[in-house]
């Protein structure tokens, strides 16, 4: 089990900048799959960039970049870092921690990017 509480969420305009922090309870967050998914109104959801356990990072090709996933294991808690900001972005945020195969989710964040 694991609890994800995300922030930094917000409204911007096109060229700028956020960061999305996702503070995950439990110890295991320092060898866990990670990663940051995103959605639109009748979309599915979509992988934005994850972390796997080897430590190895990976985007989406609209993101690639422009945002940066990390993770500090001293506070449990992974960023996105994302800049150069576009319409196209503006989505409900989600974070995620993979447990035994199984994703645990944060409650999302908006992001709304103004042109």
């Known amino acids: 089990q694991a609890q994800l509480v995300e922030s930094g969420g917000g409204l911007v305009q096109a060229g700028g900048s956020l960061r999305l922090s996702c503070v995950v309870s439990g110890s295991i967050f320092r060898i866990a799959p990670i990663g940051w998914y995103r959605q639109t109104p009748g979309k599915e959801r979509e992988l934005v960039a994850d972390i796997s356990t080897s430590g190895t990072s990976n985007y989406a090709d609209s993101v690639k970049g422009r945002f940066t996933i990390s993770r500090d294991n001293a506070k449990n808690t992974m960023y996105l870092q994302m800049n150069s900001l576009q319409p196209d972005d503006t989505a409900v945020y989600y974070c995620?921690?993979?447990?035994?195969?199984?994703?645990?989710w944060g409650q999302g964040t908006q992001v709304t990017v103004s042109s």
């Open positions: 995620y921690i993979e447990i035994m195969f199984k994703k645990f």
